[in-house]
């Protein structure tokens, strides 16, 4: 079987913080939102302005059998994010409370990470 990969869904804390720090830090645009009754969940279609891979929130009610103990990431490593200047990128994350986590160098490259409001990584390179 061939697969393309559309999109990636991930599960979110607090949506509207969530909402919040993809659109506002990482300026990508809200594409859609929907209910999904018999999840007794939210989700947020979210793409960046160029459009790119899509990323979908997923917000689960208290009741909700998807409403489980939150570990960050559950298997998710990071999700990465390509910026123009990585160190503006850094301060503007910073300024909005999302500081510095790691940086990482070789000889060529360079790139950082940041927490979202779930404490998953979010890398950042230009």
């Given amino acids: 079987m061939k697969g393309k990969l559309t999109y990636t869904g991930i599960r ?4 509207d913080a969530s909402v919040k720090f993809y659109t506002t830090v990482l300026g990508m645009k809200e594409a859609g ?4 009754d018999t999840a007794k969940g939210t989700v947020v279609n979210l793409v960046s ?3 790119g ?3 979908e929130l997923n917000h689960y ?11 960050v990431g559950e298997g998710l490593d990071h999700l990465a994010f390509q910026v123009e200047d990585l160190d503006q ?3 503007e994350a910073k300024e909005a409370g999302y500081p510095l ?3 990482m160098k070789t000889a060529t490259s360079r790139w950082a990470y940041i927490q979202d409001p779930n404490g998953i990584w979010i890398e950042l390179f230009a």
Avoid: C, N, Q
């Fill in 49 to 51: 302005e160029d459009g």
């Fill in 12 to 15: 979110v804390k607090d949506l």
């Fill in 53 to 55: 891979h899509p990323l």
């Fill in 33 to 36: 939102r929907s209910t999904i």
């Fill in 89 to 91: 990128a850094l301060a």
């Fill in 101 to 103: 986590v790691k940086e």
């Fill in 61 to 71: 009610e208290k009741g909700s059998p998807f409403d489980t103990k939150y570990d």
